[in-house]
């Protein structure tokens, strides 16, 4: 079975604090995508990676930074941590767009 | 505007009976779909894909494609109590990024 696994899984942060998430796969894929899920919204694109050293916005990357300095790890960053971005965050990792993705546990983040 | 729509957003069913699931993409460039399930404080997991018209069954679980309209169903039949869980729509395009497009989901609870 593929693993993606993520860090924290739960964290709490100060506004305007930066924030480091986690990202650990060790299947050897070549993309790899943040979402966040919020209630009503689904799971929605931050950034994704098709390598290391690449990065690409996704649907919603205002306020994220991501980077990709190995094939195994991928870190999404908030430099200025914000209330808005209080959500539940999925690492995931994939071949390409057709074939299955994987996706590690999540990482419940608190803005206060 | 959501690219991939889901309905219901919730479903109540009874055990053993057929549960039904829609999706509709608004956008023609999405050709290829894909059904994920999320149980309660787990990551997504794919359940499967479809990519040509008309229906592919796995076990208990058929999905129907119709490019035409772009719209996708996943029926699932003699449903049971672990099947109770969110469901997602999720989309990519013919000839792009290496990406999924995820809709807001369906809750589906299975009644014992």
């Known amino acids: 079975e593929a693993a993606v696994t993520q860090s924290p899984r739960n964290k709490v942060a100060v506004t305007g604090g930066k924030v480091t998430l986690s990202c650990n796969q060790t299947n050897n894929h070549n993309n790899m995508y943040w979402y966040r899920q919020d209630t009503g919204h689904g799971l929605r694109l931050i950034h994704y990676s098709y390598g290391a050293g690449s990065t690409e916005k996704g649907d919603i990357p205002d306020g994220y930074k991501a980077s990709r300095p190995s094939q195994e790890n991928f870190s999404l960053i908030l430099e200025l941590a914000t209330p808005s971005q209080t959500s539940v965050y999925f690492c995931?990792?994939?071949?390409?767009?057709?074939?299955?993705?994987?996706f590690g546990k999540g990482t419940r983040l608190t803005v206060v | 505007q959501q690219k991939v729509q889901q309905s219901p957003e919730s479903l109540s069913v009874p055990e053993g009976g057929m549960a039904s699931l829609n999706c509709t993409s608004s956008d023609r460039n999405f050709q290829y779909f894909w059904w994920y399930r999320q149980h309660s404080g787990e990551g997504p997991k794919a359940l499967m894909s479809i990519f040509s018209d008309g229906d592919k069954k796995e076990g208990r679980f058929t999905a129907h494609l119709n490019k035409a309209s772009l719209h996708v169903s996943l029926h699932i039949r003699d449903s049971q109590p672990s099947d109770s869980a969110l469901y997602f729509c999720?989309?990519?395009?013919?000839?792009?990024?290496?990406?999924?497009?995820f809709g807001k989901g369906t809750q589906l609870i299975i009644q014992p």
């Open positions: 999720a989309a990519s395009e013919q000839g792009g990024a290496d990406r999924l497009t």
């Open positions: 995931a990792s994939g071949w390409d767009k057709n074939t299955e993705v994987f």
